[in-house]
């Protein structure tokens, strides 16, 4: 699972009615076997995600695009913010991904986090630390509900040659439903 660019997120916004009204939209997920809660309070215009999450409670600026055929479709996105949360204990992740890795996938960005989703589920979580995070959902007929968790180090890694991303693996992919409105 890539990181949408600024253009795929700007055809989105562009496929997107241009006014909505204020709304509240839920999702009550599992991760695993762990409660994830996720509450928009907003607009098209801006807004507030609220997640109560296996990782820490975190509060984001967002936006929400809603409407479509049928009615109940909606995608809101996340700012990246900075926050404390419980993270992968980042030395013994990253001597994980050198385990698995050949030093040549370790340069390439899909094998790298093909690896490094790998170790997630292999290493204990250690105490929170500051990480980038983004919180992106979206719900479609036909399709259903995609949530996806991007939770960055801070600190620098000499192992992504930068700051290591964590995705989650596919055993701990929220599954989500909407809450009645």
């Known amino acids: 699972m890539l990181k949408p660019t ?10 997107m009615p241009a006014a909505a009204s204020a709304e509240t939209q839920t999702l009550n997920c599992m ?10 309070e907003g607009d098209n215009m801006g ?4 997640a109560k999450t296996p990782w820490g409670d975190m509060t984001f600026d967002g936006v929400i695009y809603a409407g479509g055929d049928p009615v ?3 995608t809101f996105l996340s700012s990246g913010t900075q926050q404390a949360v419980v993270m992968p204990d980042l030395a013994k992740l990253e001597a994980c991904v050198k385990q698995r890795a050949t030093p040549a996938e370790l340069m390439d960005a899909v094998e790298l986090e093909f690896h490094t989703s790998y170790c997630v589920s292999q290493v204990p979580d250690g105490p929170p630390v500051a ?6 959902a979206s719900v479609i007929a036909d399709y259903g509900i995609d949530v996806d968790v ?3 180090y801070a600190a620098e890694s000499p192992v992504a040659n930068g700051h290591l991303v964590v995705l989650l693996p ?6 989500c439903t909407v809450a009645a409105q």
Request: hydrophobic share 50%; glycine share 8%; charged share 20%.
């Open 6 to 15: 600024a253009v795929t997120l700007a055809a989105l916004v562009a496929l």
């Open 31 to 40: 991760v695993g076997k762990k409660p994830m809660t996720l509450v928009y």
């Open 47 to 50: 807004g507030t995600l609220t």
């Open 72 to 74: 109940g479709e909606f």
């Open 131 to 136: 990480a980038m995070v983004e919180i992106n």
């Open 150 to 152: 991007y939770r960055t």
């Open 170 to 175: 596919e055993e701990l992919q929220p599954k």
